[in-house]
T-cell receptor
Framework: AQSVTQLDSHVSVSEGTPVLLRCNYS??????LFWYVQHPNKGLQLLLK??????LVKGINGFEAEFKKSETSFHLTKPSAHMSDAAEYFC???????????FGTGTKLQVIP | DSGVTQTPKHLITATGQRVTLRCSPR?????VYWYQQSLDQGLQFLIQ???????AKGNILERFSAQQFPDLHSELNLSSLELGDSALYFC??????????????FGPGTRLTVT
C-alpha cells in the first residue's frame, strides 16, 4: 500500500529565511510525487512534480524538491520565504500500481514579517 | 484561475437529502477527479473518470456516485446525507489520466454543509 507522511503540521519561518517542509512516502511501485499549495479559501495549485526523471525538481515561485529513494523522502525547500508563501502545502504520492492518489495531511506554513 | 469550474460554490442541506455537485474540466482535459476535504479526514481522493469511464476509485462511500458525460463535465451525487458529509468537495482535471501521473488542475471547490 502507498502512504505519505508530512512530518510537521505547522512550520513557522521569518520572511527571508529558508523554508523546509518534510515529506516521507511509502510505495510498492515507482511513485510519482507532487507538492501542491492551498491558499486560504482557494483550490489547490501544483508547485512541482517528480515522475522518475531528474531527482531535483524545480517548481514555481522558487520552490524545489529532491527525490531521495534511499530515504523515501521528497522534502520541499525554498531559499528565502516570502509573505505570500503563507499557505498549506500538501505532499502527494501517486502509485501506478494501486491506481490511486494519496494526499498527506498538510503542513501549514506561517511566514513572520 | 485554473480553468476548472465548480457549481454551486456553497450548498446547505438537511440530513437524509440528496445533492448533486457539478464540475467542468479545463478545455482539452479528459480526466476528472473528485476529492473531499474535511477537518478530521484531511484531503481524500474519491474517484477519477477518464473520457467518460471510471478509471480509479478511492475512499468513496456507497452513498456517493459520480459520472462523466460525453461533453466531459462531471457530476458527483451525494445521497442520504449525514452530518459527517459536511466538507469542501474539490474537482480537478488533467490532460491524461491513465496512470494518475498527470498534474491536476483544481477547481475552487463546493462547500457542503449538512444540518
Amino acid at each position: 500500500a502507498q502512504s505519505v507522511t508530512q512530518l510537521d503540521s505547522h512550520v513557522s519561518v521569518s520572511e527571508g529565511t529558508p523554508v523546509l517542509l518534510r515529506c516521507n512516502y511509502s510505495s510498492s511501485y515507482s511513485p510519482s510525487l507532487f507538492w501542491y499549495v492551498q491558499h486560504p479559501n482557494k483550490g489547490l495549485q501544483l508547485l512541482l512534480k517528480y515522475t522518475s526523471a531528474a531527482t531535483l525538481v524545480k517548481g514555481i515561485n522558487g520552490f524545489e524538491a529532491e527525490f531521495k529513494k534511499s530515504e523515501t523522502s521528497f522534502h520541499l525547500t525554498k531559499p528565502s520565504a516570502h509573505m505570500s508563501d503563507a499557505a498549506e502545502y500538501f505532499c502527494v504520492v501517486s502509485d501506478r500500481g494501486y491506481q490511486k492518489v494519496t494526499f498527506g495531511t498538510g503542513t501549514k506554513l506561517q511566514v513572520i514579517p | 484561475d485554473s480553468g476548472v469550474t465548480q457549481t454551486p460554490k456553497h450548498l446547505i442541506t438537511a440530513t437524509g437529502q440528496r445533492v448533486t455537485l457539478r464540475c467542468s474540466p479545463r478545455s482539452g482535459d479528459l480526466s476528472v477527479y473528485w476529492y473531499q476535504q474535511s477537518l478530521d479526514q484531511g484531503l481524500q481522493f474519491l474517484i477519477q473518470y477518464y473520457n467518460g469511464e471510471e478509471r480509479a476509485k478511492g475512499n468513496i462511500l456507497e452513498r456517493f456516485s459520480a459520472q462523466q458525460f460525453p461533453d466531459l463535465h462531471s457530476e458527483l451525487n451525494l445521497s442520504s446525507l449525514e452530518l459527517g458529509d459536511s466538507a469542501l468537495y474539490f474537482c480537478a482535471s488533467s490532460v491524461g489520466g491513465g496512470e494518475l501521473l498527470y498534474e491536476q488542475y483544481f477547481g475552487p471547490g463546493t462547500r457542503l454543509t449538512v444540518t
